[in-house]
């Protein structure tokens, strides 16, 4: 017979918890096997891979306290997954075999839906883009544009509060946010599912899930605020000497339309270079090459062509005013599509290229013209073969500035690549900005949290998470360092 202690016994121990995570959801949505993980235990990038012990999929809250109690008594540590879309290895496990990956992908209902109060209550599982085909079917909007909506969750967009194309008007994730439900570390169900828009009785809990990236509780279901839907846009592309005339013509817009301006989006010469020769093979519809172009859109409410032509017209002159003269409308649904495609395209024809240095840094948008230069210059002056592609959320002052391979499908030297990141980040820092504006943390920025992040931020949120999870049962390793 085995002694305790020996790999027989660890065996058996493992065979006994599955077998427990089997009565409890059923034992086929049990993933054990290296194969059945294999998608769960890797991120998307392909950057972080792990060994879970199994991967559990619960069909509603009440399982999942279940799993989450057996997983405390057994000081088995949960990493809660949405669609696998976060680009820091925030839902990816550790190599120890000890970590059970719970995934959201089972609970996909949607709960309510009121026009009238323009509330929608739904499973934490649904991707997100059904829940905007849910806020479309009733007329409504779901304000959050990402491009990875398709895969992504309503759980995982909570959880890393994020972003995306429409921040500038919509803010983010976080703002959508009416209530959650979420499992907690003692396996209580909690509910503030109330859609309520005003309630002052004591902390916002459900905020402070938000961007909590799985380390606080599991997100079940939520509140989401839903916005009028539009019913028109007057969307551009524009091609700009720099980024000062951005900014420039998104005050003066400001100042001078009463319409909502819900994208005002930039990217590089490169990012055009790379749409061309690259995955999508786009061409921009522009008379002449630019070293930055800028995407822009105004939504209109309700009926009035009279005040879409004064909102065109309000355009218009903004755009001559401050000198921006290569600009072609989008003329037609279509059309529009096509001037969103080349935005939505940049990460894709980057990644045909190979592993990029990805940044995702935020400063206040007047900042964002000299950041900018500032970085393509100190890349250069790091190595001169380098290519800096930079794009991103203007109107909220945000961009991705990502350093290709120099030798194609080859990750950067790790000296240099370490060398690109300290400047860029030291940069940011210097100007007043954030290190991850929209991506999180996860594991990826862990160690930039201890460098740059405020020390006594730093211990009110261990406390949180102490007080929260005293036994560390949710995502350890991830957020704080
Ligand atoms: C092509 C592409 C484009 C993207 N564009 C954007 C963009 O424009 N803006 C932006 O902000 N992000 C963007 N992202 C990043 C990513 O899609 C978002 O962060 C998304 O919100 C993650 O959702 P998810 O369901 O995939 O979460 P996952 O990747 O599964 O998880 C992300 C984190 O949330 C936690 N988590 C997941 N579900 C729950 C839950 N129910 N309860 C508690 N914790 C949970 C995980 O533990 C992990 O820490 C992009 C990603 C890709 C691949």
Redesign the pocket.
């Known amino acids: 017979m085995t002694q305790p202690g020996t790999s027989q016994h660890a065996d058996d121990d493992d065979a006994r918890i599955l077998g427990s995570l089997g009565r409890i959801v059923g034992d086929r949505h049990v993933i054990a096997d290296a194969a059945g993980r294999a998608g769960f235990d890797t991120d998307?990038r392909g950057m972080f891979a792990g060994r879970s012990l199994a991967v559990v999929a619960p069909a509603d809250a009440a399982q999942l306290a279940d799993v989450v109690r057996l997983c405390a008594a057994r000081r088995l540590a949960i990493?809660?997954?949405?669609?696998?879309?976060?680009?820091c290895g925030?839902?990816t496990p550790d190599t120890s075999g000890r970590q059970i990956v719970v995934t959201?992908r089972r609970m996909t209902g949607l709960r309510h839906l009121d026009p009238e109060d323009a509330v929608m209550i739904c499973d934490?599982g649904v991707p997100l883009a059904a829940a905007q085909e849910h806020a479309a079917d009733a007329g409504l909007l779901l304000p959050i544009a990402?491009?990875?909506a398709g895969?992504?969750?309503v759980?995982?967009?909570i959880?890393?509060n994020?972003?995306?194309?429409n921040v500038l008007h919509y803010g983010s994730m976080r703002r959508c946010v009416m209530g959650v439900e979420a499992v907690l570390a003692d396996g209580t169900v909690w509910s503030d599912l109330g859609g309520l828009h005003k309630d002052n009785t004591g902390f916002d809990l459900s905020a402070l899930l938000a961007g909590s990236?799985?380390t606080l509780?599991?997100?079940?279901a939520a509140a989401l605020a839903l916005a009028p839907r539009p019913s028109r846009h007057l969307t551009f592309l524009a091609g700009l000497p720099d980024l000062v005339r951005a900014n420039a013509a998104l005050a003066a817009l400001r100042a001078r339309t009463g319409e909502a301006i819900t994208a005002w989006e930039v990217f590089s010469a490169t990012s055009a270079d790379l749409l061309h020769a690259e995955g999508p093979r786009l061409s921009l519809p522009l008379a002449r090459p630019h070293p930055w172009y800028l995407l822009g859109e105004v939504s209109l409410f309700g009926p009035g062509d009279a005040r879409e032509e004064r909102a065109f017209e309000d355009l218009a002159a903004v755009l001559e005013n401050a000198g921006i003269d290569d600009v072609t409308p989008a003329a037609s649904g279509s059309q529009r599509q096509a001037l969103w495609a080349l935005r939505e395209g940049i990460?894709e024809a980057e990644r045909a290229v190979g592993p990029s240095l990805k940044h995702d840094i935020a400063v206040r948008p007047s900042r964002i013209a000299a950041l900018a230069t500032h970085l393509a210059d100190e890349c250069r002056r790091l190595d001169p073969r380098l290519r800096v592609n930079i794009f991103g959320h203007m109107g909220d002052g945000n961009l991705h500035v990502n350093a290709l391979p120099l030798v194609r499908d080859t990750a950067l030297p790790v000296a240099l690549a370490e060398a690109v990141t300290r400047m860029i980040h030291d940069a940011t820092h210097a100007a007043g900005g954030s290190f991850s504006a929209?991506?999180?943390v996860?594991q990826l920025k862990r160690a930039e949290m201890r460098r740059y992040k405020d020390a006594s931020a730093l211990r009110v949120m261990q406390r949180i998470k102490t007080a929260l999870d005293p036994d560390g049962v949710f995502?350890p390793g991830?957020v704080l360092p």
Do not use: D, F, M, Y
């Open positions: 998307w990493v809660p997954q949405g669609g696998n879309t976060g680009l925030g839902a959201l934490a990402i491009a990875s895969s992504a969750t759980g995982g967009a959880a890393t994020a972003g995306g194309v990236e799985g509780g599991i997100i079940t990460t929209e991506h999180g996860g995502n991830k």
